[in-house]
């Protein structure tokens, strides 16, 4: 039974429990299931899933890494709302004193809270979210001027940790399973913008395609919701901008 | 499913849309404060090829832009894809042309 208690003060709570809903299943299908977990201080929502996993039930699939807001894995629904579960506090998502903790919308799932990312990583590539050399081992390193104006449009993209919350985020991903999303597209746009890539007009062709940034509607969930604050729609209209212009300079 | 070539046709077709809308509605206004007849409006319009040219203009953007933007709308909500996709935007395409051009023809060419 969950208790009142005075959140803000950082008391005791080890009397109080939560109501955790739990998503279990895989790929075929499944529902939530119901634990009662006790509250701590500063108690995260992935302490609260770990916590279901050691004395609960052992066959709980879940996934994360470095608990600090870094690697970007442990991305899941929390009451219906893409989340870093490290860095979440479950104080400030109880709602009716209850949460619920899915996998990542968006994405298959493989088993319980742990989604496949292989779609995701797969749409960074195709939106050649990788490294275009420009020189060789033997070439003296490219300088980089940090006050240029490319240079402080890379800069607002590099924080990116590959969570997948803005992914998950994304409706016109969900109505659109060609669409490569906002991630791959700022990545793509941090390249874009970096002094020492050279495919500037390989991304400008990727991200133009049938899947490319011309899909996204602008809505802003990837910004709304991306834990670092980043803003990949930003990103999304710069690439926008990018390939009208070289559309332009194509035909004269 | 929305390539450069579309975003860029639906982009351009707006802007050609933006202008010739606002001068729809304020000749509507113009038209209306002298109480004119449909029998006197069209007696300015028909034979004149600026207004040919005005709206046949604004119902060739139309159709583009519609057809472009229910296709995004169709794809997202039902899924629809292929062959059947590029046969409905070719479709409303064509009926939104020729049901505009039907209407510009009989307003400023007969």
Redesign the interface.
């Given at each position: 039974m969950f208790c009142h208690g005075d959140w803000s003060t950082g008391l005791s709570l080890e009397r109080e429990e939560l109501e955790v809903a739990i998503w279990r299943g895989d790929a075929t299908g499944g529902g939530f299931e119901a634990f009662r977990v006790p509250a701590q201080d500063s108690q995260t929502v992935l302490d609260v899933v770990a916590w279901v996993q050691q004395n609960e039930d052992p066959t709980l699939s879940y996934r994360f890494a470095c608990r600090v807001g870094m690697c970007g894995s442990c991305a899941m629904m929390v009451n219906g709302v893409p989340r870093w579960t490290c860095r979440t506090h479950v104080k400030k998502v109880l709602k009716d004193k209850k949460v619920t903790v899915a996998p990542l919308r968006n994405l298959p799932v493989i088993k319980d809270l742990a989604t496949d990312m292989d779609p995701f990583f797969d749409k960074w590539i195709k939106a050649a979210g990788v490294h275009h050399p420009s020189k060789t081992r033997d070439d003296p390193i490219e300088p980089v001027d940090p006050s240029s104006a490319t240079r402080l449009e890379a800069d607002t993209g590099i924080e990116c940790i590959n969570c997948s919350v803005c992914y998950a985020a994304c409706d016109?991903v969900t109505?659109?399973a060609?669409?490569l999303g906002p991630a791959a597209l700022q990545r793509a746009w941090t390249l874009y913008n970096d002094a020492k890539d050279a495919g500037q007009q390989t991304i400008l062709d990727a991200v133009?395609?049938?899947?490319?940034c011309?899909?996204c509607h602008s809505q802003g969930s990837c910004t709304l919701h991306c834990p670092n604050e980043l803003n990949p729609m930003k990103a999304i209209a710069g690439l926008?901008r990018a390939?009208?212009a070289s559309?332009f300079k194509k035909r004269k | 499913?929305?390539?450069?070539r579309?975003?860029?046709l639906q982009?351009i077709t707006a802007l050609i849309m933006a202008p010739l809308t606002l001068g729809h509605i304020a000749v509507m206004i113009y038209a209306i404060q002298d109480g004119l007849t449909a029998a006197e409006i069209l007696g300015r319009t028909q034979g004149s090829l600026a207004w040919f040219l005005f709206y046949g203009l604004f119902v060739v953007a139309v159709s583009i832009h519609a057809a472009i933007g229910l296709r995004?709308i169709l794809?997202?909500?039902l899924g629809v894809k292929g062959a059947a996709l590029r046969l409905f935007t070719w479709g409303v395409g064509l009926v939104l042309l020729a049901m505009g051009g039907r209407a510009v023809w009989a307003v400023t060419v007969l």
């Open positions: 016109t109505g659109n060609e669409y133009a395609g049938n899947g490319g011309h899909n926008k390939t009208a559309f | 499913m929305l390539d450069m579309l975003y860029m982009r995004v794809h997202e909500t």
